[in-house]
């Protein structure tokens, strides 16, 4: 379905009935890692509305030239929700990387109404040059996959997975490629590093609804360090850094994703 908020033509799509579930991805790319990873979880458990959507400028959501930096990002995220939910409406919150940077801002700007939040490898810096990035590890590597790649494709994963075999590529192909030709190159660029004029961290009270942070120890794309900088703005809050996984942990450790994010549903009630 395709809503237009603040001037900006927004694609979303919704899954099952309930208690509302907001899910952002990441920079550059689109729902599907989203929707990918989550609704296997989701697949036995009544009770939630999934909500999945494309960020402006990305997937099939329209690239409004007006959005110039994360503040403007922000406030179509933030107005395309109030367009979904009845005012005051609660609602649980997850986030990938960029998203998780976005839901921050939520959390802080809509204070009271986020029953539970996941961020998945979250942006904490979203300027570059002030990030903590681990060295780059390479734990697995088929290369019988990884010489038939195109020079393209292997360009893509290469100091970025640290597992390069056949499944984690083929999720990867299927999740993530698709969407990266997509995006809007301009708005990209407009809101690359740009951060929010607020301080998303300084919160009224700790939040004290289940929280879930998980980190890949070698994510050589926004680190692990800067997540500790944050954690004690969640009182409720369990911080994974999972070995042997990079900025695509739900890739890469599958079963330890799932287990996590099942148990961090189990504490959500509603």
């Known amino acids: 379905m395709i809503q237009k908020v603040c001037d900006t033509d927004i694609f979303y799509e919704i899954i099952g009935q309930g208690f509302p579930v907001i899910n952002i991805h990441g920079y550059g790319i689109d729902h599907c890692s989203m929707k990918a ?30 959005i110039l930096n994360s503040d403007d990002m922000l406030e179509v995220v933030m107005q395309f929700i109030d367009y979904l939910l009845p005012r005051e409406q609660p609602f ?43 060295d780059f590890r390479l734990w697995e590597r088929d ?20 597992i ?15 969407s990266l030709a997509l995006a809007d190159s301009c708005l990209m660029e407009r809101i690359r590093d740009t951060e929010f004029s607020f301080d998303a961290d300084s919160l009224e009270t700790a939040f004290d609804n289940p929280a879930l942070i998980l980190l ?7 680190g692990y360090k800067d997540a500790w ?6 009182s409720d809050a369990t911080l994974v850094i999972l ?28």
């Open 143 to 162: 290369d019988a996959l990884v010489s038939a790649l195109e020079p393209n494709e292997f360009e893509t994963i290469d100091q970025f997975l640290t």
């Open 243 to 270: 070995g042997r996984c990079g900025h695509c942990l739900q890739m890469e450790q599958p079963d330890l994703f799932n287990a996590h994010v099942l148990a961090w549903l189990d504490q959500i009630k509603l």
């Open 92 to 134: 649980i919150l997850t986030g990938l990387s960029y998203g998780g940077y976005l839901a921050r801002g939520i959390l802080h700007k809509m204070w009271g109404r986020v029953q539970a939040l996941l961020l998945i490898c979250p942006v904490v810096r979203f300027r570059r040059r002030g990030r903590q990035l681990p």
């Open 229 to 234: 900088k944050v954690y004690d703005n969640f």
């Open 164 to 178: 390069q075999t056949k499944p984690v590529w083929e999720r990867f192909k299927e999740e993530i490629n698709p």
């Open 37 to 66: 990873s989550l609704e296997p979880l989701f697949a036995d458990r009544n009770g939630f509305q999934r909500i999945y959507f494309d960020l402006p400028g990305m997937g099939r959501s329209g690239a409004n030239p007006r």
């Open 216 to 222: 890949g120890r070698h994510d050589v794309a926004v």
